[in-house]
């Protein structure tokens, strides 16, 4: 019966020691290497905030045009510049911006789209300079679009090109930070 007690004991004391370990090792992990919702921490960049509403939800609608064309995806950019041109209207100086994203809205082909999207981009990376409160934009180009190179900005910094979709989706540069 002796035995048995120090048997049990040593057990007890063994799994005790088992789990303190484990419950070490979960907290001396590396946040860095977590995975959040498929994505690794290192990979995720702070969403950009601005000091103007206005820009804020045009930015916004700018990503969803961005994401769809990256996509390849006519139907969703067309719904994104009817949000960006309602959007756009609470802003000044926009007018060139409301063509482009008319142009997107109203275009049936894609690489139309595309194109009316480099001169959307261009003006939205004026109208963003300036206006972040924290977190950074990312201005990228493509030499290879439309025939001598064109921008677009994102919010993360990996390339996720929106002019040649899956065909060359890495294809391009990081050429400025905004902040």
């Given at each position: 019966?002796?035995?048995?007690?120090?048997?049990?004991?040593?057990?007890?004391?063994?799994?005790?020691?088992?789990t303190?370990?484990?419950?070490?090792?979960?907290?001396?992990?590396?946040?860095?290497?977590?995975n959040?919702?498929?994505m690794?921490?290192?990979?995720?960049?702070?969403?950009?905030?601005?000091?103007?509403?206005?820009?804020?939800?045009?930015?916004?609608?700018?990503?969803?045009?961005?994401?769809?064309?990256?996509?390849?995806?006519?139907?969703?950019?067309?719904?994104?510049?009817?949000?960006?041109?309602?959007?756009?209207?609470?802003?000044?100086?926009?007018?060139?911006?409301?063509?482009?994203?008319?142009?997107?809205?109203?275009?049936?082909?894609?690489?139309?789209?595309?194109?009316?999207?480099?001169?959307?981009?261009?003006?939205?990376?004026?109208?963003?300079?300036?206006?972040l409160?924290?977190?950074?934009?990312?201005?990228?180009?493509?030499?290879?679009?439309l025939?001598?190179?064109?921008?677009?900005?994102?919010?993360?910094?990996?390339?996720?090109?929106?002019?040649?979709?899956?065909k060359?989706?890495?294809?391009?540069?990081?050429?400025?930070v905004?902040?």
């Amino acid at each position: 019966m002796k035995n048995l007690k120090m048997s049990m004991a040593a057990m007890l004391l063994l799994a005790v020691s088992f789990t303190n370990a484990q419950e070490k090792e979960k907290m001396n992990h590396d946040h860095n290497n977590m995975n959040v919702g498929g994505m690794s921490m290192n990979n995720m960049q702070m969403t950009p905030k601005f000091s103007d509403e206005n820009i804020a939800d045009a930015y916004g609608n700018y990503i969803l045009i961005k994401t769809a064309l990256v996509s390849s995806n006519r139907n969703e950019a067309e719904k994104g510049a009817a949000l960006l041109v309602k959007s756009l209207k609470n802003i000044k100086g926009t007018d060139v911006a409301i063509k482009a994203a008319i142009s997107i809205k109203n275009s049936q082909d894609l690489n139309a789209q595309r194109s009316a999207f480099s001169t959307l981009s261009d003006e939205m990376a004026v109208l963003v300079k300036g206006k972040l409160s924290s977190g950074n934009i990312y201005k990228d180009f493509c030499p290879m679009a439309l025939d001598g190179g064109a921008y677009w900005l994102s919010s993360e910094k990996n390339i996720l090109n929106p002019y040649y979709g899956d065909k060359m989706l890495k294809c391009g540069t990081v050429k400025e930070v905004l902040q």
